[in-house]
């Protein structure tokens, strides 16, 4: 069950990131209210970090690999796969660390969609690796 719960997790990232890209390429604000930064963190320079691709559309890949692995999961609980899983999570915590800093400290604006999927990453780690009860009937 916690494999699928990763799945729907990484699908609800999927969906902000993928929200966040699709305005990057219309040239579009997203929808925040007012008290928000999220124009001022997203036309950043920080906002597209690699090669001038927006860190929106790197979410979308990374939250589209942990879908199929929570799926595949559920399906093989292959140990492999799990550390895949496992890795690949570590490494979405720590970007978002790294982003978090930038809003903080250098930008000094909160973009909530990016706050929701370092939320959902740091729920998906904990998914991952706390250990899991034992049923008892």
Sequence with gaps: MRFLTLAVLAGVGFLDSLYLTVSHYRNVSPVCGPLVGCETVLSSPYATLIGGTPNALWGVL????????GVELYR????????????IAVLGVA????FIYLQ???IRAWCPYCLLSASLTATIVLL???PRR???L
């Design 95 to 98: 970007a978002h660390l790294y």
């Design 62 to 69: 990374y939250y589209l690999v942990l879908i199929a692995l």
């Design 104 to 106: 903080a400290f250098v």
């Design 134 to 136: 034992e049923q008892t």
């Design 76 to 87: 093989s609980k292959d140990d492999v796969l799990l550390l895949a899983a496992k890795i």
């Design 128 to 130: 991952l690796f706390l």
